[in-house]
């Protein structure tokens, strides 16, 4: 299969509207519920770093499917083995780096006086709630991305990223907000 930019621009088109439309979503969500980010203003510098890194493990792991699957180191099943080993490494990964920054986060948000209304066990149980729920969502979206644009013939490392990081920045406002305490959308 030959690639050149009008392909990966007609193919991309109708897939950035959609993912600019859940991105509206999502804001929309932001600002429903901004009340209980000014609450606890701690929430306020995890929005970035839930996002970032759930967006960054599901492209990473989609990155490495759309590979797998050019040069047959993956094959096109849902019992690959390969396919597996990537996917509880992303998890892992997840779940340590999710671990590590809530931590980080917390130390900071004492150093700005941030971090006066919740308790360390209870916002890393948080962050670290959210990002597992995240990660394992962008898995499963990444790997069915990589294996549906693939199997219509499309470049994956085209589809896969954004669409892991649209519905990346969507479901981690949304765990978080639901782990905070309720998710009013109206």
């Not at 690639?3 to 193919?11: C, D, L, M």
């Not at 989609?62 to 050019?70: E, Q």
Request: charge should be negative.
């Amino acid at each position: 299969m030959i690639y050149n930019w009008k392909t990966i621009v007609k193919n991309s088109i109708p897939l950035l509207t959609i993912c600019v439309i859940i991105e509206i979503f999502a804001g929309q969500i932001l600002q429903l519920n901004q009340d209980k980010l000014f609450m606890i203003p701690i929430f306020l510098i995890s929005i970035p770093v839930i996002n970032g890194i759930g967006g960054n493990l599901g492209s990473i792991l989609g990155a490495r499917m759309a590979s797998g699957l050019h040069v047959g180191y993956i094959e096109y099943s849902a019992k690959d083995k390969n396919m597996h080993q990537n996917l509880i490494t992303t998890i892992l990964l997840g779940v340590i780096t999710y671990f590590s920054l809530a931590i980080i986060i917390y130390l900071v948000a004492i150093f700005w006086n941030l971090a006066e209304d919740i308790e360390l066990i209870e916002f890393t149980t948080i962050i670290l709630g959210a990002g597992f729920l995240l990660i394992l969502v962008i898995s499963v979206i990444s790997i069915v991305t990589a294996f549906w644009s693939f199997k219509k013939g499309l470049d994956p490392d085209d589809m896969v990223a954004p669409v892991v990081t649209t519905v990346g920045d969507t479901v981690g406002i949304i765990f978080l907000f639901v782990l905070i305490g309720g998710l009013p959308l109206i």
